[in-house]
């Protein structure tokens, strides 16, 4: 059915039922007009007291929400705070502008070693280039032995100071 087929004092299903309702004596003329003229669209006390409940745990709901809400955004205050945001900017930034330093520190120390040093290439005679390695090779075991050795006295100076503390604390 169109709507402009309507016309004002067409009856609608709704009027039918209460009317069939009325006739049949399952309700009166007069709770049909207190009912109208009621604010609430209710026709009993108990759906009124159904519709109340269900708009306070409605809202009970809504206020749950918002409080979880409330509560995630205070657990991840330190994530997106502007406060702590700026601060772990401003320390990443440091942290890049070191490596950056260490970076450029690292390849101009690379460049340098890749510079010859000078005089490297001293000129030896052909009769002495086995002897020259040989003396090499003697100089790094000296060295080799030199270190180990100097390793092994400060070993026995801490030895000598751990006991010394150990000896001490027996004493007390």
Not at 32 to 52: G, K, Y
Request: aromatic content about 6%; some cysteine.
């Amino acid at each position: 059915m169109l709507q402009w087929d309507l016309s004002p004092f067409s009856v609608t299903p709704a009027a039918s039922v209460l009317a069939r309702c009325v006739s049949r004596g399952a309700l009166s003329q007069e709770e049909i007009e207190s009912v109208s003229s009621r604010p609430t669209p209710a026709f009993s006390p108990h759906l009124h007291e159904a519709e109340q409940r269900f708009r306070t745990q409605r809202q009970l709901d809504q206020l749950q929400l918002e409080m979880q809400l409330l509560q995630m955004e205070k657990q991840d205050n330190d994530i997106t705070h502007t406060f702590y945001l700026t601060q772990r900017f401003q320390m990443v930034q440091i942290f890049c502008s070191h490596l950056q330093d260490v970076l450029k520190d690292h390849t101009r120390l690379r460049q340098r070693l890749m510079r010859p040093l000078g005089r490297t290439n001293l000129p030896v005679q052909a009769q002495l280039h086995r002897s020259v390695v040989n003396s090499v090779k003697v100089l790094l075991d000296f060295i080799e032995t030199l270190e180990e050795k100097l390793k092994l006295v400060h070993s026995w100076t801490k030895t000598r100071d751990l006991l010394v503390q150990l000896r001490s604390k027996f004493a007390e």
